[in-house]
């Protein structure tokens, strides 16, 4: 009996930092997208880094928001990846706490944009991506939004519907091009209404539009940076558009789950993932378009992703307040408008 006490306690003497490193557990919330990069990437050099065990939760935003919403008393994730309108539903509804970026080393590094995105100091942004017009430069010219409701090139148009995350910010911009700058998109909804028997589709996946555009059915397309690489592979001259009313786009956030017993820990692996090492890695695997301005990627990944300050400075984004308080109206007004 007292030959095995001393041999379990001699065990334990042994391994402390190994049953400490059992204990520490990481629990992120984050989008199905790339979770195999994901893992080579970001996650097994972060384990390794800590020494600690991350446990991965995917799916889209509205199921992983009411995830946090059911265990708000008793949080299940550490930190989560959403989108940035969802990130300031999530702190409306109390989910998420105040990101302390005094604890993040590479918060400096990011370009102002990501840096407060709903200026609440509730969430960091880690990639964003630009919105623009791919278009058939040999059938076509592109100088303005407006340009795709032209007479002689709306026969010839793909939208994005409404209920896409490439909807709302197209209207925004056609909005803007049309002299109306309000959020409640009624102006550019009722544009496109006018033509809708004319326009081609009103598209729900970008991935039908590369085989459109090479079947010559559309000749243009509002549609987000990422989806930008198929285009360039087509044997039909493709450009993109830099209209003069700007470019829109979307952006992803980081947010702290509120009442997380791991926030430190959670701390650690978000400027983990925007360092200078873990952007540049996801960026030239054309999977996120870096955050980190100290990012330097060749032209053939820069043409491919969202890159640049400049780039990042001239984007339009729809304030995330606005996206929240307008949905069901823009809904609304497309049902009636536009129809499905």
């Given at each position: 009996?007292?030959?095995?006490?001393?041999?379990?306690?001699?065990?334990?003497?042994?391994s402390?930092?190994?049953?400490?490193?059992?204990?520490?557990?990481?629990?992120?919330?984050?989008?199905?997208?790339?979770?195999?990069?994901?893992?080579?990437?970001?996650?097994?050099?972060?384990?390794?880094k800590?020494?600690?065990?991350?446990?991965?939760?995917t799916?889209?935003?509205?199921?992983?928001i009411?995830?946090?919403?059911?265990?708000?008393a008793?949080?299940?994730?550490?930190?989560?990846a959403?989108?940035?309108?969802?990130?300031?539903?999530?702190?409306?509804?109390?989910?998420?706490?105040?990101?302390?970026?005094?604890?993040?080393?590479n918060?400096?590094?990011?370009?102002?944009?990501?840096?407060?995105?709903?200026?609440?100091?509730?969430?960091?942004?880690y990639?964003?991506?630009?919105?623009?017009?791919?278009?058939?430069?040999?059938?076509?010219?592109?100088?303005?939004?407006?340009?795709?409701?032209k007479?002689e090139?709306?026969?010839?148009?793909?939208?994005?519907?409404?209920?896409?995350?490439?909807?709302?910010?197209?209207?925004?911009m056609?909005?803007?091009?049309?002299?109306?700058?309000?959020?409640?998109?009624?102006?550019?909804?009722?544009?496109?209404?006018?033509?809708?028997?004319?326009?081609?589709?009103?598209?729900?996946?970008?991935?039908?539009?590369?085989?459109?555009?090479?079947?010559?059915?559309?000749?243009a397309?509002?549609?987000?940076?990422?989806?930008?690489?198929?285009?360039?592979?087509?044997?039909?001259?493709?450009?993109?558009?830099?209209?003069?009313e700007?470019?829109?786009?979307?952006?992803?956030?980081?947010?702290l789950?509120?009442?997380?017993?791991?926030?430190?820990?959670?701390?650690?692996f978000?400027?983990?993932?925007?360092?200078?090492?873990?952007?540049?890695?996801?960026?030239?695997?054309?999977?996120?378009?870096?955050?980190?301005?100290?990012?330097?990627?060749?032209?053939?990944?820069?043409?491919n992703?969202?890159?640049?300050?400049?780039?990042?400075?001239?984007?339009?984004?729809?304030?995330?307040?606005?996206?929240?308080?307008?949905?069901?109206?823009?809904?609304?007004?497309?049902?009636e408008?536009?129809?499905?």
């Open positions: 009996m007292k030959k095995a006490l001393i041999a379990s306690v001699a065990l334990a003497a042994l402390p930092l190994g049953a400490a490193a059992q204990e520490r557990t990481l629990t992120i919330s984050v989008y199905a997208f790339a979770q195999d990069d994901y893992k080579t990437i970001v996650y097994d050099p972060f384990e390794a800590c020494g600690c065990k991350l446990v991965v939760e799916g889209n935003s509205v199921e992983r009411a995830k946090m919403e059911a265990n708000k008793n949080p299940v994730v550490d930190l989560a959403v989108s940035m309108a969802d990130g300031l539903a999530a702190s409306r509804a109390g989910l998420i706490d105040k990101v302390d970026t005094s604890k993040l080393e918060f400096s590094k990011l370009y102002d944009v990501a840096k407060d995105p709903n200026s609440d100091g509730m969430s960091v942004g990639t964003f991506y630009a919105t623009s017009i791919a278009y058939r430069s040999d059938k076509m010219k592109i100088e303005s939004w407006a340009d795709l409701l007479p090139y709306v026969g010839h148009v793909a939208f994005p519907n409404v209920t896409t995350n490439q909807g709302p910010p197209a209207l925004y056609l909005g803007l091009a049309l002299g109306k700058d309000t959020p409640d998109l009624k102006a550019p909804i009722e544009a496109l209404g006018e033509k809708k028997d004319e326009i081609v589709t009103f598209y729900e996946k970008s991935s039908q539009l590369v085989q459109l555009m090479q079947q010559e059915e559309i000749w397309a509002p549609i987000g940076r990422f989806s930008w690489a198929g285009f360039t592979k087509l044997n039909v001259p493709v450009a993109w558009a830099t209209p003069k700007g470019q829109t786009g979307g952006m992803n956030v980081l947010v789950t509120k009442g997380s017993k791991n926030q430190d820990l959670a701390l650690q978000m400027d983990f993932w925007l360092s200078t090492e873990v952007q540049t890695k996801l960026a030239e695997k054309l999977i996120d378009s870096p955050a980190n301005k100290e990012v330097k990627v060749s032209d053939k990944v820069a043409n992703i969202t890159y640049g300050e400049d780039t990042a400075k001239s984007l339009k984004l729809i304030p995330s307040a606005a996206a929240l308080d307008n949905r069901n109206g823009w809904l609304k007004e497309w049902n408008k536009v129809g499905q």
